[in-house]
């Protein structure tokens, strides 16, 4: 089991671009979360999707939205790009009803 | 909101020496709290769990909710501990989601 996966490593875009960010979680879990992880901060909560339903929304704007598939994977989407928006993009999966949630390796997004 | 404070953002130490890496927390409730430990190069995994109230690689963490704080600590710190450590928080209506210190750099010194 590879655990969490996530495509791509880095990106690059420009300001007013929207991107599109993927996560596979590791197998047996449901739940995934993304979190923003700004240069010397801790990660942020942006939204937690389980049964393809967003379930919980940190305190992001419209601009940064989501999916679940069946599969459990995950996509964020983030429109309108802003340069603020330069972060590291970190998944984070768990099995419902279990508390510990396992990290990807995160996409660097390069807003310029 | 919960919030988590980690005040230094960097510590050093020589091996061998104690440790303590400092969280103080805010949920008026009973929160889930957690260490999350970052090596070079590595993914964020978690280190421990404070209602599971063991000993991870030597390190520990007890709550004290009269100073609302999660402090890790080791007594005799090894040059393998050199890492990035958040510290986070859960509970309530927002289970599941993880509410993160800014996190502490420590460096183990030979």
């Known amino acids: 089991d590879a655990g969490v996966t996530q495509s791509p490593t880095h990106l690059i875009k420009t300001r007013g671009q929207q991107v599109t960010l993927r996560c596979s979680p590791k197998s047996g879990h449901d739940t995934v979360s993304w979190y923003q992880q700004a240069l010397g901060q801790g990660p942020q909560f942006i939204f937690q999707y389980y049964e393809e339903e967003e379930r919980q929304r940190g305190n992001f704007p419209d601009r940064f939205s989501g999916h679940q598939f069946p599969n459990y994977s995950s996509e964020l989407n983030v429109n309108a790009l802003l340069l603020g928006d330069s972060a590291l993009y970190l998944c984070?999966?768990?099995?419902?009803?279990?508390?510990?949630?396992?990290f990807g390796p995160g996409t660097r997004l390069t807003v310029t | 909101a919960q919030r988590v404070t980690q005040p230094e953002k960097l510590l050093s130490v020589f091996k061998g020496a104690p440790v303590e890496l400092k969280c103080n927390y805010s949920?008026?409730?009973?929160?889930?709290l957690f260490w999350y430990v970052q090596y070079s190069r590595q993914r964020l995994q978690l280190l421990l769990r404070?209602?599971s109230r063991e000993s991870i690689k030597g390190f520990t963490a007890d709550l004290n909710k009269g100073e609302t704080s999660f402090h890790l600590k080791k007594p005799f710190a090894q040059e393998e501990d050199s890492a990035m450590y958040y510290c986070?928080?859960?509970?309530?209506?927002?289970?599941?989601?993880?509410?993160f210190g800014r996190g502490t750099q420590l460096t183990v010194w030979p």
């Open positions: 949920y008026s409730g009973s929160p889930e």
């Open positions: 404070h209602i």
């Open positions: 984070a999966s768990k099995a419902s009803g279990n508390y510990e949630q396992y």
């Open positions: 986070a928080s859960e509970g309530g209506s927002t289970l599941g989601r993880l509410y």
